[in-house]
């Protein structure tokens, strides 16, 4: 027999769903919560909390987020009481982001951007709104009362709110004014169907292995009429916005005469992957005429692989791109040991392209369609 209250009599068999059911009854007939935010009486010392990357209302509470998060918070809440202090424990809630909009898409039929401009932005956001109500209410209930969080959820922010959205505003106003921010260029991960930037958050969730192409590159080496500078890409469509060919200034790199298809050419490639690199190549006579260290091969000139083909590259960037430049990125364990730089399309190409002052060149609409800069290519949708 086991007396909860003097309201509360129960014979407990481990019925486990029972015990939980009289509990939150006596809770909320006690008022327990409240009792509990009050904290001592005359207490005057305060444990304050805001929850922080609040739980994100566009699906339903998993075991993940009540093992982790929200248990750890309730942990810590409950230390502090009992070490006596008043506790004011503000809850929240992320409700806005991209897997509530994509949700909506498949409710709505909606294959593409344009089509939420056809049904009406006003739509589109009330459903919306409507699929955080309903994600939220199972959020209250699952994720915060029957897990017992006594987080003040009357007073919990809101991030789709009015008052919430002003504020950040404000802020960052503020920021602004005091000379505290920016404005500069950043290369982001990107969806062309949503013709949006993605958080790494938002990237993991819709994240697949697939095989694309991948493919070996010679850039001529200016002067030359047989002389390359080889890279290797797993992304060929970021050619064309290609500035620069990067190589750790500490290797040692190889200019390698090779027999290709009865002609002689002479590659320059990373020393330790010539073995291999000429296998892969299928050249059996070959030779390494010279080995240099990375740092001296810096300033050399090479060719676009689209100069004078239908590819416009414009004039101004010739003579503040096509060299090489040095990386501590570039490593041996894939490729040529020499890398195609893109500033658009790459964080570490973008720092390289800040660096050294190349050109910033962008071929592709937000919609990952080839524009006007991809000549040929124009209109062409990424593969």
Known sequence: MSVIDSRFTLEIQFDVKRIEEVVRQYWR????????????????????????????TNGFPHVGHIRGGRTYKDVVLRYHRLLGYRVWAQGGWDEQGLPVEIEVEKKLGLRTKKDIEKVGYEKFSLECNSLVDYYLERWREVGTRRLG???????????????????????????????????????????????????????????????DPSIYVKFPVEGSSNTYLVIWTTTPWTLIDNEAVAVNP??????????????????????PL?????????VKDYEIVRVVKGSELAGTRYGHIYMGGKVPIHASHIDRAHYVVLADFVTLE?????????????????????KYGLPITNSVEINGIFNENGGEFRGQVLA
């Not at 007939?29 to 994100?56: C, D």
């Not at 010539?274 to 190549?281: A, D, I, T, Y």
Request: charged fraction near 30%; include cysteine; aromatic fraction near 14%.
């Open 274 to 282: 010539v073995p291999k690199l000429m296998e892969k190549f299928g």
């Open 334 to 354: 894939e490729g040529t040991g020499l890398v195609h730089i893109a500033p658009a399309h790459g964080p570490e190409d973008f720092e390289v392209a800040k």
């Open 149 to 211: 969080l006594w987080l003040d959820l009357d007073k919990a922010y809101e991030t789709r709110k009015p008052y919430y959205i002003e504020h950040v505003w404000s802020f960052l106003k503020n920021a602004w004014e005091k000379g505290l921010l920016f404005e500069d260029y950043r290369v982001l991960p990107f969806c062309p169907r949503c013709e949006t930037a993605l958080s790494d958050a938002e990237v993991d969730q819709g994240y697949e292995d697939r095989e």
């Open 29 to 56: 007939e006690a008022n327990i919560e409240g009792k509990w935010h009050e904290g001592p009486e005359n207490a005057n010392k305060w444990y304050t909390f805001l929850e922080g990357g609040p739980p994100t």
């Open 250 to 271: 500490n290797f040692n790199y190889a200019l390698v005469k090779a027999n290709i298809n009865n002609a002689t050419e002479y590659l320059w490639l990373a020393e």
